[in-house]
């Protein structure tokens, strides 16, 4: 069987769970074709990391994938101000939480609505990963 | 001699001043004095006008009398009366003549001495008599006052017949005095009036008595009974007296009596405040209730404003409520008023104010009424506390909800996620990695259950038994068993807090307050510096503060605030942080009724006050 895998420059997983990192990692495996993934244990440390690809001159991570709960700095605080970074780029951002609570769903539509950037947001547990979770251009083909 | 006589008769005659005259067998006047002739308008005796005219003439002019009378009194042997009236140009006089036979000295009648008298005056008084005794009858018999009277020689008793009328007896009755005793109530009423009956015999004493009598018929009547004695020269004569029937006034001043007292028992048994004010808002009327209220009887209330009795601002509002009911004739009900007395003590009251109006329709003053409403109101207020504690920990447990689910539903959502690689897995080496991560992931979520357990045991622990523990010891305790971590960070220790200070907490609790405090300030100590630890503690009105300060790193407050002692919340980049230890300790300190908060201050160090509850 030959699958024409996406090619995908660059893919941030921010998440405290080394087990959902391990899962996301093992996913995408079989899914796309990145030699760039880097996981980040809290937003704080993701943020860190972006910063300095921008003041390299790398390019920004084509797909982020962002829990919620986490120490130091969670993933709306993340989200807070990755939105108010000067970003061309239109980014994939898949919103992945076991919180079931409506008001996190809530907060999530809100920024949504308020950002440039393309936001999913996915409940744990997440068993694949979906097309639309990587490319939003070629939503239709 | 005939004139001889004659002269002297004349002559005396005309100059007496009663008026007399002397008439003839004939009925002829012979003679008459000048007041005689006076009276039939005559100015002196002219014997050519008046001599030998016939006596009738004069008296044509009168009237009231018929001519025969006149004639046969003159013409009697003995003496005779009759009356007389002359209508005159405005009043009318009343005369009486007299006439007498005129003997010789041979008892012969030679005619008649006629002698007048004006007796208007007393005909006016007889009148007047006669019209004041009808008129008494007349009131007598409106007002159902009769009269008796009672003649001690004769024994006789009359009874006027009013006073048969009240006694219900026929008009021919003839009392006697016994009788008229026995008429009265058996008791009381039958003694009194014995009593007094026979001392107004004896000496004269008036008495007026309310008195029952059984009438004739068997009813009982209310009376009022007087009697006064008539004295004919100093000796008592005849006892006479009033007698009138108040039956429906009495039964009516009862009635009237009954529903007054109805009213006045109602009043003052109401368990709420009643007073009535007039239109200066000075009390006119207190019942037992308001008077109990404010400590002082009703003859001291009457005529105090309510800034008298109450505080100046609470009489105001009072004074400003009854200045508007009394305005706009609308009754206040059921308000919720606080009347503060002088002495500062506060009572909570539904007041109700309502005007009381005059004939015409104006307000001269207000009925007020106030339930004393204070227990409720404690209750009510109690229930209020309750209700926002019970708020505080629905809201507690809601987000203890959120946290257990949360972080189940991650463990889950993990096991889920690694078994589904598991099935799909033909690796063996994968698979094994895969095994050893269920494995770990399975310790999670153990640990996570140990964690909620820890804080469930808090929550639940209501029945907490708070002693008195010296704080010093429990701190010294903590320093012994974070020896070697204390060493190996090197720290230092500035404790300020009395040794006889005491704070009442569960033992378990304070020691884990303490040593988390510890631990934190030491986790979190700048890299390159030495941490120090500053406790100290003070005593307050209801509490004892411990404050424990460190010179860390310190936190955000404006960033994490609201977070701090949050469950899973941490906020420096430590690998010993399990984001337990505030909101374990923040629940202790609240199981006990404290309270816990965080100072701080980026790079220059935080400070926790834990205040314990003394009192409870």
């Known amino acids: 069987m030959f699958i024409l895998m996406k090619k995908i420059n660059s893919i941030f997983i921010i998440d405290d769970d080394p087990i959902t990192i391990f899962g996301i990692k093992k996913m995408l495996k079989t899914t796309v074709i990145c030699k760039d993934i880097k996981a980040f244990e809290n937003g704080k440390t993701a943020l860190e990391g972006l910063t300095k690809r921008i003041e390299k001159g790398a390019s920004v991570p084509e797909v982020i994938f962002l829990d919620i709960n986490m120490p130091i700095m969670d993933g709306w605080e993340f989200l807070e101000e990755f939105v108010g970074m000067d970003i061309k780029e239109k980014i994939i951002i898949n919103v992945i939480t076991s919180s079931i609570d409506p008001l996190d769903y809530q907060r999530w539509n809100d920024f949504r609505l308020k950002s440039l950037h393309y936001l999913n947001f996915k409940n744990k547990p997440i068993y694949k990963i979906e097309a639309t979770d990587l490319n939003r251009v070629n939503i239709a083909s | 001699m005939k004139t001889i006589e004659t002269v002297p008769y004349h002559y005396l005659l005309k100059q007496l001043p009663k008026a007399t005259a002397l008439v003839d067998t004939n009925y002829s006047l012979i003679e008459a004095s000048n007041s005689w002739l006076n009276i039939f308008d005559l100015e002196h005796f002219e014997p050519k006008n008046t001599h030998n005219r016939s006596v009738f003439d004069f008296y044509d002019s009168h009237k009231e009398f018929s001519s025969k009378t006149l004639k046969e009194c003159l013409s ?53 008599l006669e019209r004041i005794k009808t008129l008494l009858q007349a009131k007598s018999e409106v007002a159902k006052v009769g009269s008796w009277e009672y003649d001690i020689s004769t024994e006789n008793l009359t009874w006027c017949k009013v006073t048969k009328e009240i006694h219900q007896v026929s008009p021919n009755f003839k009392p006697k005095i016994n009788q008229g005793i026995e008429f009265y109530k058996q008791g009381y009423s039958r003694n009194k009036i014995s009593m007094l009956f026979h001392k107004a015999l004896e000496d004269g004493t008036p008495y007026n008595e309310r008195l029952i009598i059984i009438t004739n018929k068997g009813e009982e009547k209310w009376v009022t009974a007087g009697g006064k004695a008539i004295k004919k020269n100093g000796k008592i004569v005849k006892l006479f007296g009033t007698f009138q029937d108040i039956n429906d006034q009495v039964l009516a001043e009862i009635k009237t009596k009954e529903s007054e007292q109805l009213l006045t028992t109602l ?151 690694l078994l589904e690689f598991l099935i ?18 399975s310790d999670n979520l ?98 004892v503060v411990f404050s424990i300060s460190d010179n860390g790193m310190g936190i955000d407050l404006n960033r994490y605030g609201g977070k701090i002692f949050g469950m899973y919340k941490t906020f420096h980049n430590n690998k010993d942080a399990r984001g337990l230890g505030l909101y374990i300790i923040k629940n202790q300190v609240e199981a006990m009724g404290g309270n816990i908060t965080v100072s701080s201050e980026v790079d220059k160090g935080t400070t ?5 509850n003394e009192e409870d």
Not at chain 2, 383 to 390: A, E, G, K
Not at chain 2, 475 to 490: E, P
Not at chain 2, 608 to 612: G, I, K, M, R, T
């Open chain 2, 76 to 128: 009697k042997k003995h003496k005779q009366v009759i009356r007389h009236k002359k209508n005159e140009k405005e009043n009318e006089r009343w005369f009486e003549s007299t006439f007498a036979p005129w003997f010789d000295e041979k008892e012969n009648i030679l005619g008649t001495i006629v002698q007048i008298e004006d007796i208007t005056k007393e005909i006016e008084k007889e009148l007047e």
């Open chain 2, 424 to 441: 799909k897995e033909k690796e063996e080496k994968e698979k094994k990695r895969i095994m050893k991560m269920l494995s770990h992931a």
């Open chain 2, 446 to 543: 153990l640990d996570t259950l140990e964690n909620l357990n820890e804080v469930v045991d808090i929550s639940t622990n209501v029945n907490l038994d708070k002693k008195s523990l010296n704080l010093n010891e429990n701190i010294l305790k903590v320093q012994q068993n974070l020896a070697g971590f204390l060493v190996k960070n090197k720290v230092e220790f500035i404790n300020s807090v009395p040794n006889n200070l005491s704070v009442m907490s569960v033992p378990a609790y304070l020691e884990s307050i303490v040593l988390n405090l510890v631990t934190n300030a030491v986790k979190y100590c700048k890299p390159k510096e030495n941490p120090t630890i500053t406790l100290s503690a003070q005593k307050q009105e209801k509490s």
């Open chain 2, 267 to 417: 009043i003052d048994n109401l368990p709420i405040n009643v007073f009535i004010k007039d239109k200066e808002s000075r009390k006119i009327l207190v019942n037992k209730t308001e008077c109990e209220y404010l400590g002082a009887n009703s003859k001291d209330l009457i005529g105090k404003t309510d800034f008298d009795l109450y505080d100046d601002r609470v009489a105001q509002i009072s004074r400003d409520e009854d200045l508007e009911v009394m305005r706009t004739l609308k009754p206040m009900i059921g308000r919720e008023t606080i009347n503060v007395r002088k002495d500062g003590s506060a009572t909570n009251f539904l007041t109700s104010k309502i005007p009381l109006l005059d004939i015409k329709g104006k307000a001269y003053g207000l009925i007020g009424m106030s339930m004393d409403i204070t227990h409720i109101k404690q209750k009510e207020d109690q229930l209020q506390d309750l209700i926002n504690v019970t708020a505080i920990q629905n809201k507690k447990l809601i987000n203890f909800a959120h946290i257990v689910s949360h972080n189940l539903r991650s463990h889950t959502a993990n096991f889920s996620m």
């Open chain 2, 608 to 612: 926790f006050n834990v205040y314990f």
